[in-house]
């Protein structure tokens, strides 16, 4: 499944931020002891932030909200529209016809939307995190 890829994704990154810590450790002066305390300030927040994306791509939106959301997609047009009839009778038919349109597109589009914003990572919507654009360019090796 999709999780089990996340889950070892994740790993290969704390592996990553393990070796780049054993790096950074102070020894014999090679790095100040300030610039390794700052770099293993980073790294702690790297790892919180690792752990937090983890978690909303494996939680996600509660089955519940969604299951809400969709049986409002099929049941309310059969009491919205009866209720629209009954209520706007002497105005004319195609109000009646558009409100209901507008009402299950409305319900629609926040399904969709619930779908997207789920994943912040499917490079599907406009508003997706572009992961292209934090990748390191391997420097030029020097001369």
Not at 129 to 142: G, H, Q
Request: hydrophobic share 45%.
């Amino acid at each position: 499944m999709n999780d089990a890829v996340g889950c070892t994704d994740i790993r290969n990154d704390h592996s990553t931020v393990v070796n780049v810590y054993a790096v950074s450790a102070p020894r014999e002066g090679a790095v100040s002891s300030s610039a390794s305390l700052k770099l293993g300030r980073f790294i702690q927040d790297i790892q919180e932030s690792i752990e937090c994306l983890n978690g909303i791509k494996i939680h996600g939106t509660p089955i519940s909200l969604r299951a809400y959301l969709l049986l409002s997609l099929y049941i309310l047009p059969f009491i919205f529209t009866p209720n629209l009839v009954y209520n706007l009778h002497d105005d004319p038919r195609w109000l009646i016809y558009l409100l209901s349109a507008i009402n299950g597109f409305v319900l629609m589009f926040l399904y969709n939307l619930q779908a997207l914003l789920e994943n912040p990572f499917g490079q599907m919507g406009l508003d997706d995190i572009k992961l292209s654009e934090f990748e390191f360019a391997d420097p030029a090796p020097s001369p």
